[in-house]
């Protein structure tokens, strides 16, 4: 049984069937990529392991604890985090505060002391705005607060949902380079992605995902080959 | 002169505090809480019940008694709050938000009206009366009883800054406020913190009525509707959603009413005031403090 396993998850949303017996794993210490177009249900597939939506019915379990049935909190309290799509960082909050908010669930004060000084380290540039309203930072600094947020909270499990959404190719690669970055320290990644490109270069292994099921899975560096990837994804 | 103002920083602080719950319920949920001003009554009637139940209380031991009763009755109206937050705001949260403003206003007229039916129409005399003992400072006179209302409301707005400003639950607060769904994907219990700040909310508006029982030396079934209304314009005053604000705006407000009966007469007092608040409100309409964030994405 793998570490993260995802089998035959079907979701609703009223009438409409987002996800159709979607099956995937990721094991530790890997990164593995979601990659779709908009309304595959990648975004579905992130709510429901972060406990936001439920399946209706098939098996979701992570490293013993069964997903389907768990409070958001202890998923949390566990260290799967869910970093949102569009960062979701509290925009009147400080940098600081934003970090601290991120060890809510964590009781050991040292734990979260340390933490936070590991984001600002692996980003220096919150170290410098960390007195800064979050919502005063370039798109980049917010999707990176977005990153340490879930840092402090200790992830073992990281979702990242769309991290390059709207940022520039330089700061898309500086983004990804933190991620890799992260899971060399040993935090399990996965990462939901539009820009095949970027995500692919730094993934272990990727799945399709269309309407609601995976189509095509493999490891990263094959997908990036594959034509029915290359095509739909990549662009010439 | 002097005078006027420490009378308007008595009343003030009455509002202030009311302010406060309203203004923090509106930040967290946004939701215009009607029913609030209410829970300032209940507090004037949960410290009436204790009162009358201990009989007569001697005068030298009037401030420690109003300080327990005034804890008693912050639990109690505190614990109200969370029920009515539950029984009656919570199975409507993702209604649309005019039915919740209505279950509001409904949930305000039973209050308001359930304690007609027990305790009747007529106004009760707040069984306690505190010693006039009294000294004069810069010009001012004031008494011993009034220090001690306005030292307490002040304490009790320190301790909600800091809960706010330096702990966890109060960042939790915030977050829930700017963004519920981030909130909870960080593993806040959502549900939970809303409790919280309607405990703490309601808790002040009950201190403040039985405040207010001590201080006016009577109390009714209806005293929550107008300064409801009051306390409502001072958290709007302030920037509604702000808790400086609503403390701002409640000292303001009990200022303009001092002076405006001083200078125009005491019928003239809520004209004068309104006036005022609707000239800042035409110069400033997110209010003294209210939020204006810098947003780039």
């Known amino acids: 049984m793998s570490w993260l396993e995802v089998k035959d998850a079907d979701v609703y949303y009223g009438r409409v069937h987002a996800l159709r017996e979607l099956s995937f794993d990721v094991e530790e210490g890997e990164i593995v990529c979601l990659l779709g177009n908009n309304g595959a249900g990648k975004s579905t597939t992130m709510n429901m392991l972060s406990g936001l939506v439920r399946p209706r019915a098939g098996v979701v379990r992570w490293d013993g604890t069964d997903l389907t049935t768990a409070k958001p909190w202890d998923i949390v309290s566990r260290g799967l985090i869910h970093v949102p799509e569009g960062r979701r960082i509290f925009s009147t909050m400080t940098v600081h505060d934003n970090l601290l908010l991120g060890g809510y669930t964590v009781k050991d004060q040292r734990a979260i002391a340390e933490r936070v000084e590991l984001a600002y380290s692996l980003m220096p540039r919150l170290a410098e705005r960390r007195k800064q309203q979050g919502g005063t930072l370039s798109g980049g600094e917010q999707q990176m607060l977005a990153i340490g947020r879930a840092i402090v909270a200790g992830p073992r499990l990281l979702l990242l949902d769309e991290p390059s959404m709207g940022l520039a190719p330089l700061v898309v690669k500086q983004v990804m380079e933190i991620i890799a970055e992260v899971n060399r320290q040993g935090t399990t990644v996965l990462l939901v992605e539009q820009n095949a490109r970027a995500a692919l270069r730094i993934a272990h292994r990727a799945y399709v995902v269309e309407t609601g099921r995976v189509t095509l899975q493999g490891p990263a560096a094959e997908l990036a080959q594959d034509s029915r990837v290359v095509d739909a994804y990549l662009g010439a | ?297």
């Open chain 2, 1 to 297: 002169m002097m005078q006027l103002i420490w009378n308007g920083l008595i009343v003030g602080s009455f509002y202030s505090l009311v302010a406060l719950g309203y203004s923090m319920v509106y930040g967290i949920i946004k939701l215009l809480n009607f029913a609030h001003g209410d829970i300032y009554m209940l507090g004037a009637f949960v410290g009436f019940l204790v009162l009358s139940s201990f009989g007569g209380i001697p005068a030298a031991m009037s401030i420690p008694a109003l300080l327990v009763i005034l804890l008693l009755a912050m639990v109690v109206t505190g614990l109200i709050g969370v029920a009515i937050e539950r029984v009656a705001y919570r199975p409507l949260r993702s209604s649309p938000r005019l039915a919740v403003l209505i279950t509001a206003i409904g949930v305000s007229f039973t209050l308001e009206y359930g304690i007609r039916q027990l305790f009747g129409p007529n106004p009760r005399a707040f069984p306690v009366r505190l010693s006039s003992e009294s000294f004069d400072v810069l010009g001012m006179r004031v008494s011993l009883s009034q220090l001690v209302l306005v030292v307490v409301a002040a304490v009790l707005m320190f301790v909600l800054a800091h809960i706010v400003e330096r702990t966890r639950e109060g960042r939790a607060m915030r977050a829930i406020a700017l963004d519920p769904q981030a909130a909870h994907l960080m593993g806040v219990n959502v549900n939970r913190v809303i409790a919280t700040v309607f405990f703490i909310g309601s808790a002040l508006a009950g201190a403040a009525g039985v405040m207010a029982g001590a201080y006016y030396g009577s109390i009714d079934f209806l005293m929550g509707f107008v300064i409801g209304l009051k306390a409502f314009t001072a958290a709007v005053i302030g920037g509604i959603g702000n808790l400086y604000g609503a403390m701002l705006g409640g000292l303001l407000l009990g200022l303009l009413e001092s002076f405006g009966a001083a200078w125009l007469g005491g019928e003239w007092r809520d004209v004068f005031s309104f006036a005022i608040l609707i000239v800042i409100l035409t110069f400033k309409p997110t209010g003294l403090l209210g939020a204006r964030v810098v947003e780039r994405m």
